[in-house]
């Protein structure tokens, strides 16, 4: 007799939901037919008879089953009729496709922080309102026209951005490049998505770092590449792993986050930068470099881009917004030769016809306003305030618990916890004491490690969250 499987993400209720409506749907239950009871079905799956009346519950709703007191559950007649009729079974759509959801961890995460707007967010990876230049936008709104034009435009972007992108890079990042060089993105995932998506195909191998953001995102998977893993050390991804994985696996494409790295905050040693653009030039491969935290470092002095010192442009270059002033405003950046930039804003252009002009002209203001400079040095002041008080709390929390690499930029604390713990356990233990956070796995690491971002938390609720946190912890450990 077919049993759920237990191993599978999705419910073991809504695995048996289906199995029933597949078997009405072949006959064996026809319309008016009596079905087994919860208590028989529970003993036949081997599951608890709750986990049935969510299965009976499910059918229910969709008008499959229906259920009088003193007559048992019964087939529905006017759903199935003579002829069965079916309403779409939309869960099964849901659960098709070859766009993959998130990982279960970060779908976790997202589900408690609705649920429980008092949690201590350690998770979320953008700033704080009290960081972002909320009264400097405002102020820039009020004083400029934003909706003298309201149609589709350039499909590479609003140009006066691109303009000023073309300054701003070369100011802040070192990097020379032209408006028609820039395509303008709703952030560096839109920016990531396009590349997957256009510039690879399905059984192509890339390489990631490791631990890496890009492992927290599905899309790499629905893309149907191969991902390979470059480890990351204090001084970042060793280039001549680059070359073994080239030789072993035809990489096509290698993606880095050098500066301030998503998880680890490591950064890329400025040797290493000048080999692994050897190492590319030498293979024909191309980099592509997303460099979201670059401004944030604390002393003021950015550290350079690959990009900046590509002689002979094999890095794609992906910048944002979202990391340096507003995530809401959506607005990201590619710098890429003229013929990729073409090929992407047509795939983006039968996406959307383009992004929002508004937050584009925003964007624009910004960059060129008085305000930029003074919200960048206000900004490092208090993420490195921030950073501080979290390895305070830590230090004194849990001494002999944790280890960590102290970052000189970005918005990340990567924590390794001695000794190690199941990532699950801790997590759900920590939300229920009311703090949450990202467990290393989501990056592709081992279990025990967690990702602390400490720019979306208010400077008052770090050393309680940080005490929560170890309360839960050690909780898990006793």
């Known amino acids: 007799m077919w049993k759920p499987d237990r191993l599978s993400d999705q419910p073991l209720y809504q695995q048996i939901a289906d199995d029933i409506e597949r078997r009405i749907s072949y006959g064996e239950f026809p319309p008016g037919s009596l079905l087994p009871s919860e208590r028989k079905l529970a003993e036949q799956l081997e599951v608890n008879r709750s986990t049935i009346i969510l299965a009976f519950g499910e059918l229910r709703a969709l008008g499959i089953i229906e259920s009088r007191s003193g007559s048992g559950t019964r087939v529905s007649k006017f759903k199935w009729g003579a002829t069965p009729k079916h309403t779409p079974n939309w869960h099964r759509y849901a659960e098709g496709g070859s766009f993959l959801p998130n ?13 429980d707007k008092t949690l201590i967010d350690f998770a979320s990876g953008e700033l704080a309102p009290d960081l972002a230049p909320i ?3 405002n102020i820039l709104m009020s004083e400029n026209n934003y909706t003298s034009y309201l149609g589709y435009d350039n499909p590479q972007g609003y140009l006066m951005l ?3 992108l073309v300054s701003y890079l070369s100011q802040y990042r070192d990097i020379q490049t032209t408006e028609s060089s820039i395509l303008i993105t709703s952030g560096s995932q839109q920016s990531l998505y396009l590349i997957t998506q256009c510039l690879l195909s399905p059984g192509d191998a890339v390489a990631i770092e490791d631990p890496s953001y890009c492992y927290s995102l599905p899309m790499f998977q629905s893309a149907g590449l191969r991902l390979f893993r470059l480890p990351v050390d204090h001084k970042g991804v060793r280039p001549e792993e680059i070359r073994s994985l080239y030789k072993k696996h035809r990489i096509k494409m290698v993606f880095l986050n050098p500066n301030f790295q998503n998880p680890t905050g490591a950064l890329l040693d400025a040797k290493r930068r000048i080999e692994l653009l050897d190492v590319a030039s030498e293979l024909g491969l191309p980099i592509v470099e997303d460099d979201p935290f670059s401004l944030s470092a604390y002393d003021g002095s950015a550290p350079q881009p690959l990009k900046a010192i590509d002689p002979i442009g094999s890095v794609l270059y992906i910048g944002s917004f979202s990391k340096i002033a507003a995530s809401g405003l959506r607005v990201g950046w590619m710098v890429a030769p003229h013929s990729v930039v073409d090929r992407l804003a047509d ?9 929002s002009v508004v937050p584009q002209k925003v964007a624009a203001q910004f960059l060129s306003s008085p305000y930029f400079q003074p919200h960048l040095d206000r900004l490092r002041m208090h993420l490195l305030y921030k ?14 618990l944790v280890r960590f690499t102290v970052p000189q930029g970005g918005l990340h604390l990567w924590c390794k916890i001695i000794p190690d713990v199941n990532d699950n356990k801790l997590l759900e233990e920590a939300i229920r004491r009311g703090v949450i956070f990202v467990p290393g796995s989501v990056y592709g690491s081992d279990s025990g490690y967690v990702r602390f971002t400490f720019a979306r938390a208010r400077a008052d609720e770090i050393g309680p969250g940080i005490a929560k946190f170890a309360a839960a912890l050690k909780a898990i450990l006793s």
């Not at 990982?103 to 649920?115: D, H, S, W």
């Not at 795939?347 to 992004?355: V, Y």
């Not at 305070?392 to 849990?398: D, F, K, P, V």
């Open 103 to 115: 990982l279960p961890f970060l779908r976790r995460i997202r589900e408690a922080l609705q649920q």
């Open 162 to 164: 691109r303009q000023q």
């Open 135 to 137: 009264e400097e936008i």
């Open 347 to 355: 795939a983006r252009q039968q996406m959307d016809f383009g992004l």
């Open 387 to 400: 950073r501080d008080l979290l390895i305070e709390a830590l230090q004194s929390e849990l001494p002999e």
